[in-house]
């Protein structure tokens, strides 16, 4: 490449806007809004220490380019003019462009330094990758964190993202600048995450199994300024983000962190938070993971977090399950849950996690449902909540579309759920498909939800790497875990914010999160 202009991609500035500031409550964000747009839109990127030598800069300088970001690309290092058919700059301040997004990849001892020539150069975002920070559990490490502490509480400085951390993603833009090539072809979509671990970015290959696009997703790392908090409400004010999703090791500032959730309860987005550290064996591998102090309040934390309406879950099985199944569902009249399948088995099942989730309400039928399902219904099944409608009727459209009437007609209850044996779509065509579009044609107020008794990847006729689906939406999957995750999006739908409570939590401060 001989030319500045055949050095670089080039894209069109995209028009700009600003984060809502109005400050109307104690739960505003104390310290403003930061717009974080050079950090998920930049029109331009610089890999500060890539090389052609295997490692993260080469994989994140790969993956920029791989994604097909249209923006300038260039690498930093004084050793190359060259790297991978991208131009390489001795330093920044001689990359000929703007820089929005500087990605360090330098040893700790000279990221301050590097940092410093990020501010001159006006770069509006710098993510650190590199670690050796106070995750070392050393002085050594502390100090050099401090130390960047203290250079950012100069607000000229840019957004500092990490130290520790792996990279930032916007799908939507496309612009991939993590270390890792396995991403798959992904469809964007509307979950948006944050977290502090580099490895939760896994999430989307789950998501995308399911049929669910992923948009935006930053990790956090050291969070020595940029904390969760003000990525999720980054995300509240983003029009392509719908779900929020989280992992998190400490809730570091009580108030902005508030604001933020609130900010996102008030336009509709669910935040859905895998806050680890609840054993103290767990809180001293936080030590040396992310150096969050605040993981010593997870008790409180938890506490807060219900305030605020977030959704907690415990595992990472539990975080994708309940983005499907917000993605499969939408808000319900109420909580009174039937459930029908070909399976007495399955029924059982789900009966007793719907019962023991305080969220759900199994309904019985009225005396009058009963009849008039035992009347469209083979004398092989039953005609009680949970429905089992036997085999026999699998193959059977008439009873099936007459059941379904039955069901639809009788107003008893707000969710179906209809269970199946594996994560396979439902032909539109077949029986059961047909009767189900029916019923949701005719009874648009019903709340209708395929769940399969087995999750993962059905090694059938079925493999061809299109989601399991229904009219358009994700299908649930497993038993256990489908019961908590539609609980928790019911319990969401029906709750509200408690500001008194919230006013009690925040009025304790840092000082109870030391």
Known sequence: MSTTSEKTIVRGASEQTKADRSVSSKLEMINGERNLRPLFEPQGIAVIGASPKPGFAKSILNSIVSSGFDGNIAAVNPNYDTIDDVACYRCISDVPFRVDLAVLCVRAEKILAVLEECRRKSVGAAQIISSGFAELD??????RQQQIERWTEDSATPIVVGPNTLGVINLHRPMIAIGDSRLPNIVPGGVSCVFQSGQMFTIVHPLIGRGVGVGKIAMTGNEVTLTTAEVINFFAHDPQTEVIVSYSEGIKDPESFAAACTHARKQGK?????RVGAHLEVRKG?????ATKAANSYERDIQFLEELGVITVDSAEDLVETVVAFKASQRPRGNRVAFASFSGGMGNIMADLILSTRSLKLISFSDQLCKRLA???PKFANSFNPLDL?????FNTEVLSGCMQVLGDSGEFDILLWGKDLPMSIDDES???????????????????PVSQMSGVHWGKQVDGIPPMFCGR????GTGVSVRALGKVIEWHASALRPAAVDHLLAAGDEQRE
Do not use: D, F, N, Y
């Open 138 to 143: 050393s002085e050594e490490g502390r100090a």
């Open 270 to 274: 669910p935040i859905i938070m895998l």
């Open 286 to 290: 936080i030590g040396r993971h992310t």
């Open 375 to 377: 009347g469209v219904l």
């Open 390 to 394: 036997s085999a026999q009727s699998a």
């Open 431 to 449: 029986p059961i498909g047909v009767a189900l579009k029916r019923l949701q044609a005719e009874h648009p107020e019903i709340v209708l939800i």
């Open 474 to 477: 994700p299908l649930l999957q």
